[in-house]
């Protein structure tokens, strides 16, 4: 198949390039950037006049709700909301139930997404059995079956010399560790401390349950040569604690969640379940670090923490609403928003969300690693084309994903959201078409 993209305006973050080209594709891989080759026939055509081409979307934690929660989505559902989203590639953490804790079901896992063909999956394996923070799991086994990485997701490992033990065992092999800095005893309210929960009544999560974490986890990357991936830093205090260990040279990467990076506290309103989040938001000047940690680098990449859930777990009251929202779909609108407020240039703004966040992959792409993120001659043929002139709402109506609960609806947050996909390519083929 040969498919020619032409009149848009190609932006490649890694290089910098942005400019008019025409994008010329045979079977998975780009072959031309600039004027088609010679001779070239095209068998599909796409013309992307006012539209961006990009490198597809990358998003390092999206929950795909199967197996086990296949009533609030299943892969069908979610992985075409992902491409909807230009989503190409996506991290999926391993809280499933059961946990992907056996080689078996990594495989089945993978199996099932590669039959659909919406978008490359790279699963988590859990680094403990059952998530139960107590014994060790077969991570040879389950990378040999396809994990990318290992993780407890949002369950602390309480026993330290068990981190310990994970962390040697992982830097003896070369795996990453993904972890979340959160203190399991301190971690247990429902929203950030400070004078809104206070206000409002409701159990607090301090500052500290992410920073003793952290300090635990950076120790012990210092002694056990671990590589280590933080998951959605939350506080003023979290950024500095990662700067400090990327300018000691510790192998470390990091990401924020687009909830944390747009939202804080006051918008928790009167009780608002849709705000029901984990890490919790926090006070605006949290989340000015945020933002500012992400476009200097600090924090590598962006994510949606894409959580569907059903309508049951949302609408009770706040303290009792599941925490979680649905956020395949807004991530790059997110990311865009976030370039605008900061003046960004399109290239650094799209950084966080293509190359970035490959980076923080690390080696377990394989042979993807090269150009995974990128838009180069040769690359691998995982496009987005969004219309930056479009401006829209995340209505239920407007999300292809199972779960339709976002803090980012119209009734919880005033702003619209900018640009919309209208193609999205994963190895040269189409995976969404707004026209289709």
């Known amino acids: 198949m040969k498919t020619l993209i032409s009149n848009g305006r190609v932006v490649d973050p890694a290089t910098g390039r942005d400019g008019l080209a025409d994008v010329a594709i045979v079977g998975d891989r780009i072959v031309s950037i600039g004027a088609a080759p010679p001779g070239f026939e095209a068998d599909q055509r796409f013309d992307a006049q006012g539209w961006v081409v990009m490198p597809g979307v990358v998003d390092l934690a999206a929950r795909l709700r199967e197996p086990g929660h296949e009533h609030e989505g299943m892969l069908e559902s979610e992985l075409a909301a992902a491409a909807a989203g230009g989503v190409t590639s996506l991290v999926c953490p391993p809280d499933t139930d059961p946990a992907l804790d056996e080689p078996g079901l990594v495989e089945m896992l993978k199996f099932r997404a590669r039959q659909l063909s919406r978008c490359r999956l790279f699963p988590l394996g859990a680094l403990t059995q059952g998530l139960r923070g107590e014994v060790l799991t077969e991570m040879a086994e389950l990378t040999e079956a396809g994990c990318i990485g290992f993780s407890q997701a949002d369950r602390a490992i309480q026993d330290t010399q068990v981190l310990q033990r994970a962390m040697l065992y992982a830097a003896t092999y070369g795996y990453t560790v993904w972890l979340r800095p959160q203190d399991h005893w301190l971690g247990k309210g429902v929203a950030a401390s400070g004078a809104v929960a206070t206000r409002m009544g409701l159990s607090g999560v301090p500052v500290a349950a992410e920073t003793a974490a952290l300090h635990t986890i950076i120790e012990l990357m210092r002694s056990t040569g671990a590589r280590v991936h933080l998951?959605?830093?939350?506080s003023a205090a979290g950024v500095q604690l990662v700067r400090q260990?990327?300018?000691?040279?510790?192998?470390?990467?990091?990401?924020?969640?687009?909830?944390?990076?747009h939202l804080s506290d006051v918008d928790i309103g009167f009780f608002d379940s849709a705000m029901r989040l984990v890490p919790p938001l926090r006070q605006d000047r949290d989340r000015q670090a945020l933002r500012h940690g992400l476009a200097?680098?600090?924090?590598?990449?962006?994510?949606?923490?894409?959580l569907p859930l059903g309508r049951d777990e949302k609408t009770r009251?706040?303290?009792e609403a599941e925490p979680g929202a649905t956020g395949l779909e807004l991530l790059l609108s997110l990311c865009l928003k976030w370039g605008q407020d900061?003046?960004?240039?399109?290239?650094?703004?799209?950084?966080?969300?293509?190359?970035?966040?490959v980076a923080a992959l690390g080696p377990a792409l394989g042979s993807l690693s090269a150009n995974a993120g990128r838009l180069v001659e040769e690359g691998v043929a995982d496009l987005c084309c969004f219309d930056p002139?479009?401006?829209?709402?995340?209505?239920?109506?407007?999300?292809?994903s199972q779960g339709k609960h976002t803090p980012f609806a119209p009734s919880s947050t005033s702003f619209a959201l900018p640009g919309r996909v209208r193609l999205t390519l994963v190895a040269g083929s189409v995976a969404f078409s707004a026209a289709a």
């Open 231 to 234: 998951c959605r830093i939350s």
């Open 245 to 261: 260990a990327k300018a000691e040279g510790l192998p470390i990467s990091s990401d924020v969640s687009i909830n944390n990076l």
């Open 296 to 306: 200097d680098g600090t924090l590598d990449a962006l994510v949606s923490d894409h």
């Open 317 to 319: 009251p706040f303290a």
């Open 342 to 357: 900061l003046n960004l240039p399109l290239p650094q703004t799209l950084a966080p969300i293509t190359f970035r966040a």
């Open 389 to 400: 002139s479009v401006q829209w709402q995340a209505t239920p109506q407007a999300l292809r």
